[in-house]
């Protein structure tokens, strides 16, 4: 079999690590369900005995079941749409949509970090053309360094800022980010997806907020 | 309930609910259960009571499974653990054996084929605990000389 191109790997690795990531919620979702499923069946079982269970408690098990169905349509809606990102390589995005959709699916990082997730983003919508896909990519690289030098605060922050010359994502983090390190291969992975989008990458990681900007083509 | 059996569980794991009906549908086989939602929260209650069988989520905030695991059998060699996961990687499973977990299963779990896990967990503690014993006696009749 032929190794596959280089750049192409690494946009594998991010839709795979991204699909994985919403399966096993998805998974965890399917579980909670069997388990309410298999209570009930018990339940029914003990009421045949003469145990019935009370009203209340059957009200509590289906809006539990409820629950988690909402949550599986709801993680199966972000599969759908982040599986979509790849279909247009330059499509019409707006961009408080598209970073709000990448950052719900960060939350999950985010929580296994044991960080936050906080966003920043103003008023108004912004249009720009671009690579929804790469753009998500480069946000999710950022996020990643972020929380691979998080100390003591533990709090990351992604910001959209449009009263710049041009429209800028900012991932910010109330710990040092630390140098960009061009040996480090997500970092080198973040500049290069930066200037395919033609986007100016600043890296101020040991400012506060330590800081990784992208200024991206108006 | 026909498939019952005794023992002392512990369930860790983040996901609430999952956490809720296992239990309830452990506890009407006969089980005493109790949860964790962290391993940081799960090594203190292994610190604190003697458990048969430990279930134990691989993905968790802070403390993963990996790591819980390898703290609770620090403390305890004797320890049996079965990881329960969602997201289960060969790798995963190979690491989890090798730190001595008793078994590795993907969620969502057949009741039957974890029952038949806990009650394999029970006899594995309580062989333990007897050659514990056994071990302290022949011990003490080697130093006594009786």
């Known amino acids: 079999?032929?190794?596959?191109?280089?750049?192409?790997?690494?946009?594998?690795?991010?839709?795979?690590?991204?699909?994985?990531?919403?399966?096993?919620?998805?998974?965890?979702?399917?579980?909670?369900?069997?388990?309410?499923?298999?209570?009930?069946?018990?339940?029914?079982?003990?009421?045949?005995?003469?145990?019935?269970?009370?009203?209340?408690?059957?009200?509590?098990?289906?809006?539990?079941?409820?629950?988690?169905?909402?949550?599986?349509?709801?993680?199966?809606?972000?599969?759908?749409?982040?599986?979509?990102?790849?279909?247009?390589?330059?499509?019409?995005?707006?961009?408080?949509?598209?970073?709000?959709?990448?950052?719900?699916?960060?939350?999950?990082?985010?929580?296994?970090?044991?960080?936050?997730?906080?966003?920043?983003?103003?008023?108004?919508?912004?249009?720009?053309?671009?690579?929804?896909?790469?753009?998500?990519?480069?946000?999710?690289?950022?996020?990643?360094?972020?929380?691979?030098?998080?100390?003591?605060?533990?709090?990351?922050?992604?910001?959209?800022?449009?009263?710049?010359?041009?429209?800028?994502?900012?991932?910010?983090?109330?710990?040092p980010i630390g140098p960009e390190d061009p040996e480090n291969t997500e970092h080198a992975l973040l500049r290069e997806l930066a200037t395919e989008l033609g986007a100016e990458l600043q890296w101020t990681g040991s400012a506060t907020p330590a800081r990784i900007a992208l200024a991206l083509p108006g | 309930m026909s498939d019952t059996a005794e023992g002392r569980i512990l369930i860790v794991d983040d996901e609430v609910d999952f956490v809720e009906a296992l239990s309830a549908r452990l506890e009407a086989r006969g089980l005493t259960v109790r949860t964790a939602e962290s391993g940081r929260e799960a090594v203190d209650q292994v610190k604190a009571r003697r458990f048969d069988a430990i279930i134990l989520d691989l993905a968790m905030p802070g403390m993963d499974g990996i790591e819980t695991l390898q703290a609770m059998r620090e403390m305890q060699p004797e320890l049996q653990v079965i990881l329960l996961t969602g997201h289960g990687t060969l790798q995963q499973s190979v690491e989890a054996m090798k730190l001595g977990a008793m078994d590795f299963l993907e969620k969502p779990v057949e009741l039957d084929v974890l029952m038949s896990k806990i009650r394999e967990a029970k006899t594995n503690t309580d062989d333990a605990t007897e050659k514990k014993a056994q071990d302290l006696v022949s011990e003490i009749l080697a130093t006594k000389g009786w």
Do not use: W
């Open chain 1, 1 to 175: 079999m032929s190794e596959r191109p280089a750049a192409l790997a690494k946009k594998l690795a991010f839709f795979g690590a991204i699909t994985a990531s919403l399966s096993h919620e998805l998974k965890n979702v399917l579980a909670t369900i069997n388990e309410f499923s298999g209570l009930l069946d018990d339940l029914c079982q003990a009421a045949a005995g003469g145990k019935a269970p009370s009203p209340e408690r059957l009200v509590n098990i289906s809006g539990k079941i409820s629950k988690q169905v909402k949550r599986g349509e709801t993680l199966i809606q972000r599969l759908n749409r982040f599986a979509h990102s790849v279909d247009e390589p330059r499509a019409s995005v707006e961009l408080k949509e598209l970073l709000e959709r990448i950052c719900i699916i960060c939350d999950r990082f985010a929580k296994l970090g044991q960080a936050t997730l906080e966003r920043r983003f103003p008023e108004g919508e912004r249009e720009i053309t671009s690579d929804p896909f790469t753009l998500q990519q480069v946000v999710y690289l950022g996020v990643r360094a972020a929380l691979a030098t998080a100390g003591q605060q533990r709090r990351i922050t992604v910001a959209l800022e449009l009263d710049a010359p041009r429209p800028t994502i900012a991932i910010e983090s109330a710990d």
